[in-house]
């Protein structure tokens, strides 16, 4: 009987796992999108400052990020599927218990700590059954799954607002717990991957005593990748991005607001920023994939172009103007999200993927704990939504220089690399004879 050939299967079920992925990153990410829209009712219901609101959103944001590396532990424990379901699970009683209305820091707990870790532990194993299933065609796969996240908020957008003006806030809240119940559906979709490679076979067709005797230990956790300045490095990238990506969308539509816009036109700009995040991601992906460019090159322009562009989103107050900016920010986000995560891979390699990205989120949460809090203050103090727009343009291309140096590092592992290869396989010169 012969040996299942080692390595990602690169098609047939895995399709499946990014349909089933596809919807995973719609429940999650696009969820915590829309938050925006329960961003002054809830202000309004408790009548405290924009700081103090904010904390909701960035509770959520922190044990997203925080809770990355207990899900990629539990994914080596028990199956990426069984971690999904979990987090299906997390989700929807978060919600559940946050339409209750107790108090404010009843939000933080419900809203913010269980949907938080309910969204990290279904999005983690999502992306890393992904990603262990595509080889080749990692990039395109990965942009497929993470633009669920776009086509659910672009019907999520409307639709959010449509159930608060209908059921009230903790009523809309209630129906999204039901609806994110559906990441166990998804969850149970997610076959999971054979670990037990057959033995090595010699030439003469018998098992290696070495394979046999001594079988692979399974590492649940790898923490020493935090030795690779390249890692270090891109963590930095992860921190300062972190506090450009949440404080837009946040504010988006209470800037809308503040300018006079009112009913439906603020979740039209979330929607069309959803359909240029789509295609962004997409076209990213495709990019990616063609390999006209490293990743990390690619990564590096995108993100200094996003945030040139959210520097200039709050200069104008005509509606036409935020729109066309809006979705030029959704379709540069979309080009950083796509592959910002597959990045990790070229740094820590595969076999150190799923560590590498808990690791990567959970420092993460230090710029989406601050981002949000920090936008709001500046609003606070500025009265003056486009200072938190102008702190988080500033971030994003700061974050940009971090990717540059780490794309210069790993250019240089993999010089030295090849060269040591080089020398070990050179072929000995046959010795002189002696005379």
């Given at each position: 009987m012969k040996s299942r050939p080692a390595g990602p299967p690169d098609g047939g079920y895995g399709w499946v796992v990014v349909a089933s992925a596809f919807c995973v990153a719609g429940l999650t990410g696009a969820v915590l999108k829309n938050y925006g829209h329960f961003f002054l009712?809830?202000?309004?219901?408790?009548?405290?400052?924009?700081s103090t609101t904010s904390w909701v959103t960035s509770t959520?944001?922190?044990m997203f990020h925080i809770g990355a590396p207990a899900a990629s532990a539990l994914t080596a424990w028990l199956s990426q599927r069984v971690v999904i379901m979990i987090g299906g699970l997390l989700c929807t009683s978060g919600m559940l218990l946050a339409s209750l209305d107790l108090s404010l820091p009843w939000l933080y707990f419900s809203m913010g700590f269980l949907e938080g870790l309910g969204l990290s532990f279904s999005w983690v194993s999502a992306m890393s059954m992904v990603n262990h299933y595509f080889a080749r065609w990692r990039p395109i796969a990965y942009a497929i799954t993470s633009s669920g996240e776009c086509v659910f908020a672009f019907i999520f957008s409307p639709f959010f607002k449509w159930l608060i003006e209908m059921y009230t806030w903790r009523g809309a809240l209630l129906?999204?717990?039901g609806l994110q119940l559906n990441l166990c559906v998804c969850g149970a979709l997610m076959r999971p991957l054979d670990d037990t490679q057959s033995p090595l076979e010699c030439k003469d067709g018998l098992e290696t005593d070495a394979e046999v005797l001594q079988p692979k230990k399974r590492v649940i956790f790898q923490f020493s990748l935090l030795r690779k300045p390249e890692l270090l490095l891109y963590i930095l990238f992860a921190i300062f991005a972190a506090v450009g990506f949440y404080i837009p969308t946040l504010f988006l539509v209470p800037f809308a607001n503040s300018l006079g816009i009112d009913k439906y036109w603020p979740a039209l700009i979330l929607s069309v920023l959803a359909v240029a995040d789509l295609a962004?991601?997409?076209?990213s992906g495709w990019l990616a994939n063609m390999r006209f460019f490293r990743n990390l090159q690619q990564l590096t322009f995108v993100a200094t172009l996003l945030g040139v562009v959210l520097l200039l989103l709050p200069i104008s107050h005509k509606y036409w103007a935020i729109l066309i900016l809006a979705s030029?920010?959704?379709?540069?986000?979309?080009?950083?999200?796509?592959?910002?995560?597959?990045?990790i891979v070229d740094i820590v390699t595969l076999e150190g993927f799923d560590s590498g990205l808990g690791l990567f989120m959970m420092f993460r949460s230090i710029g989406g704990f601050i981002g949000p809090p920090a936008g709001g203050w500046l609003v606070d103090q500025t009265d003056n939504f486009s200072s938190a727009f102008y702190l988080a343009g500033c971030c994003l291309i700061s974050s940009a220089v971090f990717v540059l140096l780490v794309d210069r590092l790993v250019q240089r592992r993999k010089v030295v690399g090849d060269e040591i290869n080089k020398a070990v396989n050179k072929p000995e010169e046959p010795e002189t004879a002696k005379v």
């Open positions: 009712d809830i202000q309004n219901h408790f009548g405290v400052l924009t959520t944001i922190v129906v999204i717990g962004g991601r997409l076209f030029l920010y959704g379709f540069l986000f979309g080009c950083v999200v796509a592959i910002h995560v597959t990045c």
